[in-house]
């Protein structure tokens, strides 16, 4: 089972920008299709984005298309989510996923969750 470590969350003004990381160890990231997700207070998880075990393939859920780019270095075990021109409702716990196939990820039916790091937009 692979462990995941969120990273890089923090307090950022509406319209900036911020870069998310998430170190797999335990097994190689190559293993696994990877996803973002989030959490807004009082609300359910949603998905973010996905990204195919060797990243040829991403999915966007429509509210951050555009705005925000998932990437991957399989070399170093690490998954990121560059967000820019950040919103306010894009406050949220954002949390990394794996899963070993890329449509488990889009389905949440997910391997293993990291801890989540918090995103916070103000105005």
């Known amino acids: 089972q692979v462990q995941l470590v969120e990273s890089g969350g923090g307090l950022v003004q509406a319209g900036g920008s911020l870069t998310l990381s998430c170190a797999a160890s335990g097994r190689p990231s190559s293993d696994y299709a990877m996803g973002w997700f989030r959490q807004a207070p009082g609300k359910e998880r949603e998905f973010v984005v996905a990204?195919?075990?060797?990243?040829?393939?991403?999915k966007y859920a429509d509210s951050v298309k555009g705005r925000f780019t998932i990437s991957r270095d399989n070399a170093k075990n690490t998954v990121y989510l560059q967000m820019n021109s950040l919103k306010l409702e894009d406050t949220a716990v954002y949390y990394c996923a794996a899963a070993t196939i890329f449509g488990k990820v889009v389905t949440q039916v997910i391997n293993s969750w990291g801890k989540g790091t918090l995103v916070t937009v103000s105005s």
């Open positions: 990204i195919s075990r060797f990243g040829a393939t991403t």
